[in-house]
């Protein structure tokens, strides 16, 4: 009937048992007619071992060598799964990177993929053989070995799925979909059905890390429906249990905000008396995109001076001290006062049915302001409505928006 | 200088701190002006847990995926190994069996070396950069990783001297040389020098295990002179601290005998009246070829009666029930009654100047005799002399011909 590709990551083949269970889910999907290729991540615990065996020796590690280390945990589990899908009777052999090829740049240790050879891949799934590939790993066009950074077995799993033409890929993880938000701050969170890739995107990159941002991307690219399952439940991928990400147009009832995701990896920096003069802005985040820092939400506000302005934007936390060495070093800010906050927390509300509903960001505003929460920063996008406030705030306003758009599940 | 290549076994390399060990005497290697190729075994313990995984998910496990699994045990301490010594400034990078290729036929889990595409790693190592080449593994025409059988590393070594034309290969392992006999049970035993291919094969495949076999065996028809020394003194190879494998005109003075061996992992097998007609003994051993059984030692004793013969002959333990099992169904042997005893053990004299030299028997026969061992079978070869006695005897048999033989070192 139909090839599908299932992804599962290090908990869902964290040991022998799990990797058995896996097994189970990719036998289920064979016996229902389908074709099967199976991506599957390190066992849990063993890409972490080998990247701290890289560090212990040289925190200054050659990449490509790292690349090497770190691909066999995926090289392990790959062989170990076709093992138990041949003891269940199922024909099934295991794809290294260099074997299919996966072709990556040489960006090692966050390699893109360019290519996939999936020609001797797909003439095996014809003949009824299950592929199991190694996730996270390819080869250069040097004949090294190339990873793809942290989550990159998701990637793998949807530029397989599109290689191979698949009409669907399931990611099995140890959460049974996308929430409408963290079910530890709303216990009432509902699981959604259907989201749509722009929306995903949103929630992946605001915190809700349930995919790596990047095969949301591809898959966006490529067209590949995506589901989000869990391996520690009975359902497969084809009863549909979990998540589906897909088209918007394959989304019947959009909804005005399917989801509140919140960020606490992020600073907000403030310039005060920033001179007032065109180019100003190009003045501050030139140097900073120069210097790599990944500059968030970025607000300007007039000062009751009016030759000189104030700046907000947010930064990753981690990238705040080379943000502030930056922006202390820029000749054109001498007489001005740089002032940060770790103590942040962007809470941001996310649909698609936004582009054609107005009022949204009004709720949002009155529902926080009802609750004494003051809004730090604002910024929006078409699908998005993002505001920072201070920290301490964070349960309340997850809550408080999930319960304003009436995100709740039924009791 | 020269070219050498180096091997560091599982318990050289079995954590980081032994990595970074052993990647200081490929610096002084390198410092001495030598060109050098490293080879690496998995960290100790990890293949152990890795064939440990594969038995547990299946048993009968398809060996290709065992090959996978296996195998990047070596990948893991190969990059490792090039960043310890990167980190030391000497110009470094891993090698996986697939990247040279080092090419093997499709005898997956003990597999062997048809040819090593050795232009690339050699234009690397003549512009001064060290090759780490993962151990034990290579590929197949079929592009499916393979691997060579426990110990196979150092036939990975051997290989790629020879095809890298290096000046030596020497083996980095956990004990300092090749001993007269096994100094647990001689205290006195003395660490030789030197020791001829065909001595060394001798002791090797009796019982001292410090090397395996084929690399030995692969080392005399390369003539790739072989080093046994150790990781954990100070001496590096070109010092000449352990023993030197090499040809028998290397070795001016030629010792009758330069070890003694046992063995105690053989069976023996007696067969009682054996029909006495030509033909009786391929009838005998024909089917236990076939069964793949390795038939050691075999004597044909004349019997009382003129019909019929006895035959003992010695097989490893592991296959002693299915040498019962196939000599039990051989239909000539109807009236044969078979007895077995795993109470033995053979101990060998070893020695190249035997060839030349009388009497070496004589002094064995006549030592054991004086403390009242009773020797069960013999059997010789141009270069030693093996007897089977009762296994009670091992330490008093071994100590006595070390001493008959005067192998002690000086106190």
């Known amino acids: 009937m139909g090839r599908i590709v299932v992804k599962f990551g290090g908990t869902s083949v964290g040991d022998v048992e799990r990797i058995e269970n896996a097994a189970d889910k990719v036998v289920a999907e064979v016996?229902?007619?389908?074709?099967?290729?199976?991506?599957?991540?390190?066992?849990?615990?063993?890409?972490?071992?080998?990247?701290?065996?890289?560090?212990?020796?040289?925190?200054?590690?050659?990449?490509?060598?790292?690349?090497?280390v770190v691909s066999s945990g995926e090289n392990i589990t790959s062989g170990l799964m076709a093992i138990a899908l041949q003891k269940r009777g199922i024909a099934a052999r295991?794809?290294?990177?260099?074997?299919?090829?996966?072709?990556?740049?040489?960006?090692?240790?966050?390699?893109?993929?360019?290519?996939?050879?999936?020609?001797?891949?797909?003439?095996?799934?014809?003949?009824?053989?299950?592929?199991?590939?190694?996730?996270?790993?390819?080869?250069?066009?040097?004949?090294?070995?190339?990873?793809?950074?942290?989550?990159?077995?998701?990637?793998?799993?949807v530029a397989l799925a599109a290689a191979l033409g698949a009409d669907r890929c399931d990611i099995y993880t140890d959460v049974n979909g996308v929430y409408t938000t963290?079910?530890?701050?709303?216990?009432?969170?509902?699981?959604?059905?259907?989201?749509?890739?722009?929306?995903?995107?949103?929630?992946?990159?605001?915190?809700?890390?349930?995919?790596?941002?990047r095969s949301v991307e591809m898959a966006m690219k490529q067209n590949v429906p995506l589901q989000v399952l869990s391996t520690f439940e009975e359902a497969i991928g084809s009863d549909y249990p979990g998540t589906l990400v897909t088209k918007e147009e394959d989304i019947m009832?959009?909804?005005?905000?399917?989801?509140?995701?919140y960020n606490v990896d992020e600073a907000k920096v403030t310039l005060l008396n920033v001179p007032d003069v065109p180019g100003?802005?190009?003045?501050?985040?030139?140097?900073l995109s120069d210097a790599n820092v990944n500059v968030d939400m970025i607000v300007q506000n007039i000062s009751q001076n009016e030759l000189v302005t104030d700046m907000t934007f947010t930064v990753p936390k981690q990238e705040l001290d080379r943000t502030l060495e930056v922006v202390g070093n820029i000749k054109e800010l001498e007489g001005t006062e740089i002032r940060y906050d770790k103590n942040v927390v962007k809470v941001s509300v996310v649909g698609i049915g936004m582009r054609s509903h107005a009022g949204v960001a009004q709720t949002?505003?009155?529902?926080?302001?009802?609750?004494?929460?003051?809004?730090?920063?604002?910024?929006?996008?078409e699908i998005k409505i993002s505001v920072l406030v201070s920290a301490e705030y964070k349960e309340l306003a997850v809550r408080t928006l999930h319960a304003a758009y009436g995100l709740e599940a039924d009791e």
């Not at 009155?366 to 604002?378: D, P, R, S, T, Y």
């Open 94 to 157: 295991s794809w290294q990177g260099w074997q299919v090829q996966i072709m990556c740049n040489d960006v090692h240790g966050k390699a893109r993929i360019e290519d996939i050879d999936a020609e001797a891949m797909n003439a095996r799934l014809d003949a009824g053989e299950v592929a199991v590939l190694a996730g996270f790993q390819g080869v250069t066009s040097k004949n090294r070995i190339a990873t793809l950074g942290r989550g990159g077995s998701d990637t793998t799993a």
């Open 364 to 381: 949002m505003f009155n529902a926080l302001a009802e609750k004494g929460i003051n809004i730090q920063v604002i910024s929006t996008s």
């Open 253 to 261: 009832e959009k909804q005005v905000v399917n989801g509140i995701a």
């Open 31 to 68: 016996k229902r007619g389908n074709s099967v290729a199976v991506v599957v991540s390190a066992m849990s615990g063993v890409t972490n071992q080998l990247v701290e065996y890289c560090r212990k020796i040289s925190p200054m590690y050659d990449a490509r060598e790292y690349d090497a």
């Open 182 to 213: 963290d079910p530890r701050i709303v216990p009432r969170a509902r699981k959604l059905d259907k989201i749509s890739y722009e929306e995903m995107l949103e929630m992946a990159s605001l915190g809700a890390k349930v995919l790596q941002t």
């Open 280 to 287: 100003a802005a190009a003045k501050v985040f030139g140097p």
